[in-house]
Nanobody, 123 residues
Framework: QVQLVESGGGSVQAGGSLRLSCTAS???????MGWFRQAPGKEREGVAA????????YYADSVKGRFTISQDNSKNTLYLLLNSLKPEDTAMYFC?????????????????WGQGTQVTVSS
Protein backbone atom coordinates (compact mmCIF):
# COMPACT_ATOMS: atom_id res chain seq x y z
CA GLN A 1 0.00 0.00 0.00
CA VAL A 2 1.02 3.60 -0.58
CA GLN A 3 0.46 6.23 2.07
CA LEU A 4 0.54 9.94 1.25
CA VAL A 5 0.78 12.84 3.68
CA GLU A 6 0.44 16.45 2.51
CA SER A 7 1.66 19.54 4.31
CA GLY A 8 2.43 23.19 3.66
CA GLY A 9 -1.01 24.66 3.20
CA GLY A 10 -2.01 27.93 4.82
CA SER A 11 -3.56 31.35 4.38
CA VAL A 12 -1.92 33.96 2.18
CA GLN A 13 -2.85 37.15 0.43
CA ALA A 14 -3.32 37.33 -3.30
CA GLY A 15 0.02 37.41 -5.07
CA GLY A 16 1.69 35.37 -2.36
CA SER A 17 3.35 31.98 -2.52
CA LEU A 18 3.18 28.62 -0.79
CA ARG A 19 5.00 25.33 -1.19
CA LEU A 20 3.06 22.14 -0.64
CA SER A 21 4.77 18.86 0.17
CA CYS A 22 3.57 15.30 -0.15
CA THR A 23 5.57 12.53 1.45
CA ALA A 24 4.96 9.03 0.14
CA SER A 25 5.63 5.73 1.87
CA UNK A 26 5.23 2.21 0.56
CA UNK A 27 7.08 0.54 -2.26
CA UNK A 28 6.16 1.35 -5.80
CA UNK A 29 8.16 1.66 -9.02
CA UNK A 30 7.84 4.42 -11.60
CA UNK A 31 4.45 6.03 -11.35
CA UNK A 32 2.44 9.19 -11.86
CA MET A 33 1.99 11.64 -9.02
CA GLY A 34 -0.46 14.49 -9.19
CA TRP A 35 -1.78 17.44 -7.29
CA PHE A 36 -5.51 18.00 -7.27
CA ARG A 37 -7.74 20.56 -5.62
CA GLN A 38 -11.32 20.80 -4.57
CA ALA A 39 -13.16 23.95 -3.59
CA PRO A 40 -16.47 23.84 -1.69
CA GLY A 41 -19.32 22.92 -3.99
CA LYS A 42 -17.00 22.14 -6.88
CA GLU A 43 -15.63 18.97 -8.41
CA ARG A 44 -12.10 17.84 -7.75
CA GLU A 45 -9.79 19.02 -10.52
CA GLY A 46 -6.28 18.16 -11.56
CA VAL A 47 -3.69 20.89 -11.15
CA ALA A 48 -0.34 19.32 -12.05
CA ALA A 49 1.18 15.90 -12.50
CA UNK A 50 4.61 14.35 -12.92
CA UNK A 51 5.83 11.01 -14.18
CA UNK A 52 8.47 9.93 -11.69
CA UNK A 53 10.24 7.72 -14.22
CA UNK A 54 11.54 10.60 -16.35
CA UNK A 55 10.27 13.80 -14.72
CA UNK A 56 7.81 14.77 -17.42
CA UNK A 57 5.21 17.21 -16.14
CA TYR A 58 1.77 18.36 -17.11
CA TYR A 59 -0.22 21.36 -15.90
CA ALA A 60 -3.77 22.59 -16.02
CA ASP A 61 -4.09 25.77 -18.08
CA SER A 62 -5.37 27.66 -15.04
CA VAL A 63 -2.05 27.26 -13.19
CA LYS A 64 0.46 27.05 -16.02
CA GLY A 65 3.27 29.53 -15.42
CA ARG A 66 2.32 30.01 -11.77
CA PHE A 67 2.61 26.55 -10.21
CA THR A 68 5.58 24.18 -10.42
CA ILE A 69 5.50 20.48 -9.60
CA SER A 70 8.73 18.73 -8.64
CA GLN A 71 9.98 15.64 -6.90
CA ASP A 72 12.81 14.63 -4.60
CA ASN A 73 13.18 10.90 -5.04
CA SER A 74 15.73 10.65 -2.24
CA LYS A 75 13.06 11.87 0.18
CA ASN A 76 10.07 10.24 -1.54
CA THR A 77 8.55 13.69 -1.58
CA LEU A 78 6.48 15.54 -4.13
CA TYR A 79 6.27 19.33 -4.11
CA LEU A 80 3.98 21.95 -5.56
CA LEU A 81 5.24 25.53 -5.58
CA LEU A 82 2.34 27.95 -5.83
CA ASN A 83 3.25 31.45 -6.97
CA SER A 84 1.12 34.48 -7.83
CA LEU A 85 -1.78 33.01 -5.91
CA LYS A 86 -5.29 34.18 -6.64
CA PRO A 87 -8.45 33.95 -4.52
CA GLU A 88 -9.79 31.38 -6.98
CA ASP A 89 -6.90 29.07 -6.02
CA THR A 90 -8.53 28.62 -2.62
CA ALA A 91 -9.24 24.92 -2.14
CA MET A 92 -8.23 21.74 -0.39
CA TYR A 93 -5.18 20.40 -2.19
CA PHE A 94 -4.55 16.67 -2.45
CA CYS A 95 -1.70 14.60 -3.77
CA UNK A 96 -2.37 11.26 -5.43
CA UNK A 97 -0.60 8.36 -7.09
CA UNK A 98 -1.46 6.38 -10.20
CA UNK A 99 0.51 3.41 -11.48
CA UNK A 100 -0.47 4.32 -15.02
CA UNK A 101 -2.69 6.86 -16.69
CA UNK A 102 -3.32 8.27 -20.14
CA UNK A 103 -5.08 11.30 -18.66
CA UNK A 104 -2.68 12.83 -16.24
CA UNK A 105 -5.11 15.23 -14.56
CA UNK A 106 -8.13 12.93 -14.32
CA UNK A 107 -8.88 12.19 -10.64
CA UNK A 108 -10.53 8.85 -11.44
CA UNK A 109 -7.23 7.53 -12.79
CA UNK A 110 -5.50 7.88 -9.41
CA UNK A 111 -5.72 5.12 -6.84
CA UNK A 112 -3.95 6.42 -3.74
CA TRP A 113 -4.83 9.73 -2.09
CA GLY A 114 -3.66 11.82 0.80
CA GLN A 115 -5.92 13.60 3.27
CA GLY A 116 -5.34 17.06 1.82
CA THR A 117 -4.00 20.41 2.94
CA GLN A 118 -6.01 23.63 2.86
CA VAL A 119 -4.91 26.65 0.83
CA THR A 120 -6.78 29.91 1.39
CA VAL A 121 -6.02 33.02 -0.64
CA SER A 122 -7.53 36.33 0.40
CA SER A 123 -7.93 39.35 -1.83
Amino acid sequence: QVQLVESGGGSVQAGGSLRLSCTASGYITSYYMGWFRQAPGKEREGVAAIYTGDGRTYYADSVKGRFTISQDNSKNTLYLLLNSLKPEDTAMYFCAVATWTDRWLAPDKYKYWGQGTQVTVSS
